[in-house]
């Protein structure tokens, strides 16, 4: 187990370094390969431990009452500043670490592959930068792998900030492109500014507990396992009541730890692209598609979810903080699915709808109350929605990686990223357009696709929280289903396609990229099945739900019905070739504008940045720099200079007048001097 | 007739007095390089005076006075050097055209 452990860590570290260092001595062919079989080796490597997890039944893996542990594999001190300030890197393998090893590994082994055919073009060609390409996809797998299993919150953060360089990287591959450029510089500086929040979090958390690691804040040790700890709200709570009895229990009328929680959601906000802080991914499709699969659609954008998740316990104590969860959450998901409606480009589509699914996963988990609720008649499971939540992003993973693939092999096809290149493309690419649709039924939330099952989950756990929220959420999930196959018809059907003259009719792609698109199709069929409740929920505690029997009928019919209306209208729209959209759009132009142009949120941040700290704080600073403190050491340089110049014409080249000088000087001070004597 | 320092400084300064004014008027590298051995020698003479007539025990004038005609002649070896090679560049040796080092 601890060489798997380790294993699954330094595979993708070394095939980094590997491909970094010796890449471009390499064929590309092979630079592939290798970075494909590094990961895939990986892929069984996660998949060994995390089978082994949920169903050996070992006892540092579940307890005598069938409640899953939290084992730490290995724990390694890795600086040590002084005896209470310790920093490990380790492993650290519960419910989520283990789901969330087969996802990572699953998408980036498929996303490693499809980017064998991805990253060259029609005649074979290989990109500029394909090893250096493949080097970046381990480095992001490494981050990632190491992000979810970290032992202690330093631990994250520091996978957190490595995942967000590579993310950098990848956004800008196609660095001679100014948009990309622009794309990787915004993605950075918007996670690090939310990452800023994060730190304070961390700083404020661990200050007042003294604890690094997650174990020690919501956990305990079980008596006889070594390394293994059971989630307890008892240590929770203990950790509540820290601050509590702090001097400074309360800051702006929220107590230190409701603060500490919330900063720790802003970093979790920048790097899942929540409202306001939503403005870099969008933009982050500058990437190559196979990274905005990988980083921008399944992994790294959950990471905010995973974190939240990971600390649930102190969340679920801190109704202030949960609430702000589901705000975010709610406005996010509403805000992102009503721009999604309204956008050109296909991969903006996905961003968006990104977006607003993972803001889904944090209402789910900002409505999860612990206490028995009920929803529409039926019994609400205890921790249902952070069960819900995990589902989520498991199925939406392999969907919306699905998705992006799916896109991916059109931008190959069409060489466009707008639907409006596209239509009538279902003859043509076969496969593409039967994955794709799958993906869109998942996403959709029809039955028995994957989405169904866990949308399903979530609403039922916000008809136990609150009628508001789940009415809302309810919408959006209409509106998920209309922008997705609105998407979906005007790609595959509304006219005939017409290839431009001197081009070859778009066809499906080679191998290396269709075998992923089908093996992900597969899983976003069945993966509705897994019996999630038994496998990850908060505490370890096995609940019912996430499956066809224990299914609330009345949550999902409404869920379903909702579904298919959003379906049956955007059939009705985009369909055929008709001029029902334009009049739509005409008819409410002002509405189309603000979401085409997603509400303007990019021109707000250009005003603020530019126009009030660049305008009213960076321009003055920069006048005084240059003017005031420039112009005294400007001043000093040129009076030296003037008076050189004025004086440079003693330098004659004369020797008799320097004698001359020296002459009248030295008599002189010989007359000065005995004047002074006598 | 007793013989005082001054039968001795008062050529000295004479010889100095010479060498300023060689050194100034004359436009001759040379010339002006043996003004100021004058001038060297004189100084010198002045050394060898007050040391024999003030501390007539002491030979640290006298020493002086040998330091001072040894780097003298080194320095005119130097000088010469200079002037050979002034020559060479400038086919002359008047001093008033080597000013091509000003500002």
């Known amino acids: ?678 | 007739m007793e013989i005082n320092a001054l039968y001795y400084l008062i050529p000295a300064m004479f010889m100095f007095a010479c060498g300023v004014y060689g050194f100034i008027t004359r436009r001759n590298m040379i010339a002006m390089l043996i003004s100021l051995e004058l001038m060297l020698n004189g100084v010198d003479m002045n050394f060898v005076v007050f040391n024999r007539f003030l501390y007539p025990g002491q030979l640290e004038g006298m020493f002086f006075t040998l330091f001072a005609i040894a780097i003298a002649a080194a320095e005119t070896a130097l000088a010469i050097a200079i002037v050979v090679n002034v020559y060479r560049a400038n086919n002359d040796i008047d001093v008033r055209d080597i000013n091509k080092l000003k500002f």
């Open chain 1, 1 to 678: 187990m601890e060489t798997s452990a380790i294993l699954i860590l330094a595979i993708p570290l070394l095939m980094f370094l590997f491909l970094g260092l010796a890449g471009k001595y390499l064929p590309h062919k092979w630079a592939g390969i290798l970075g494909t079989a590094g990961m895939g080796v990986t892929m069984i490597l996660a998949y060994t431990v995390a089978f082994t997890y949920f169903f050996s039944g070992a006892p540092e893996f579940i307890s005598a009452t069938g409640d899953r542990l939290q084992h730490v594999v290995f724990n390694q001190e890795w600086l040590n500043f002084y005896d209470k300030l310790t920093i490990n890197i380790g492993f650290l393998l519960d419910p989520i670490s283990a789901m969330m090893l087969v996802v990572i590994t699953t998408i980036s082994f498929m996303v490693h592959l499809y980017s064998n055919g991805y990253m060259r073009d029609h005649h074979g060609v290989w990109e500029t930068g394909f090893q250096r390409f493949y080097a970046f996809l381990s480095l992001f797998s490494f981050s990632m792998l190491g992000l979810v299993v970290a032992t202690n919150i330093f631990q994250m953060y520091i996978f957190w900030e490595l995942v967000g360089a590579s993310s950098y990287l990848l956004i800008g591959f196609y660095y001679t492109k100014p948009s990309a450029v622009a794309a990787s510089k915004k993605a950075f500086i918007v996670t690090r500014f939310a990452d800023l929040g994060f730190l304070v979090g961390i700083l404020l958390l661990s200050f007042n507990t003294g604890f690094f690691s997650f174990t020690e804040m919501t956990s305990v040790p079980v008596e006889g396992v070594a390394d293994t700890y059971q989630i307890n709200l008892g240590t929770a709570e203990g950790i509540k009541n820290i601050f509590a009895n702090s001097a400074a229990s309360t800051f702006m009328g929220a107590s230190v730890l409701t603060w500490a929680l919330v900063l720790i959601f802003m970093g979790g906000m920048g790097k899942s692209a929540m409202m306001p802080l939503h403005i870099w991914l969008p933009d982050a499709m500058e990437g190559p598609t196979p990274v905005s699969a990988l980083i921008h659609a399944a992994t790294m954008v959950v990471a905010g979810v995973f974190l939240v998740a990971r600390l649930f316990p102190l969340y679920v104590l801190n109704e202030a903080a949960l609430d702000i969860v589901t705000v975010v959450g709610a406005v996010t998901a509403l805000y992102a699915a009503m721009v999604a409606c309204a956008q050109i480009d296909i991969k903006r589509v996905l961003a968006f709808s990104t977006i607003s699914q993972i803001a889904f996963m944090m209402v789910s988990l900002g409505v999860t109350r612990l206490g028995h609720e009920t929803a529409l008649g039926h019994e609400v499971h205890e921790g249902l929605g952070y069960m819900a939540s995990m589902f989520h992003l498991f199925t939406h993973a392999m969907f919306k990686a699905l998705l992006f693939l799916g896109a991916g092999a059109l931008i190959h096809a069409i060489g466009s990223n707008d639907y409006t290149a596209m239509h009538g493309l279902r003859k043509y690419m076969p496969v593409t357009h039967i994955t794709f649709l799958v993906g869109c039924l998942a996403i959709a939330g029809i039955i028995p696709f994957a989405g169904f099952f866990s949308k399903d989950e979530i609403l039922t756990a916000c008809f136990g929280h609150s009628a508001v929220w789940a009415i809302w959420m309810t919408l959006v999930a209409g509106l998920t289903a209309f922008y997705m196959f609105r998407l979906y018809f005007l790609i595959f059907w509304w006219k005939e396609h017409k290839t431009p003259e001197g081009h070859h009719a778009p066809h499906d792609q080679p191998w290396t990229m269709t075998l992923p698109l089908i093996i992900l199709a597969v899983i976003s069929c069945v993966a509705g099945f897994v019996p999630f409740g038994k496998l990850v929920t908060w505490n370890g505690h096995e609940i019912a739900g996430s499956n066809l029997a224990n299914l609330n009928w009345n949550v999902a019919a409404i869920s379903l019905v909702v579904a298919v209306c959003g379906i049956l209208v955007a059939m009705k729209m985009y369909k055929k070739e008709n001029p029902l959209p334009e009049k739509m759009r005409n008819a409410l132009p002002n509405l189309w504008d603000w979401c085409h142009h997603r509400f303007y949120w990019d021109e707000l941040y250009q005003f603020i940045t530019h126009k009030i700290i660049f305008g009213c704080i960076c321009k003055p600073i920069a006048w005084f720099d240059r003017h005031i403190i420039d112009g005294t050491m400007d001043a000093f340089a040129s009076i030296t200079n003037k008076a050189s110049y004025a004086i440079r014409g003693l330098q004659s080249g004369n020797v008799h007048m320097y004698v001359w000088i020296y002459l009248v000087g030295a008599i002189l001070l010989a007359a000065i001097s005995m004047i002074v004597i006598l």
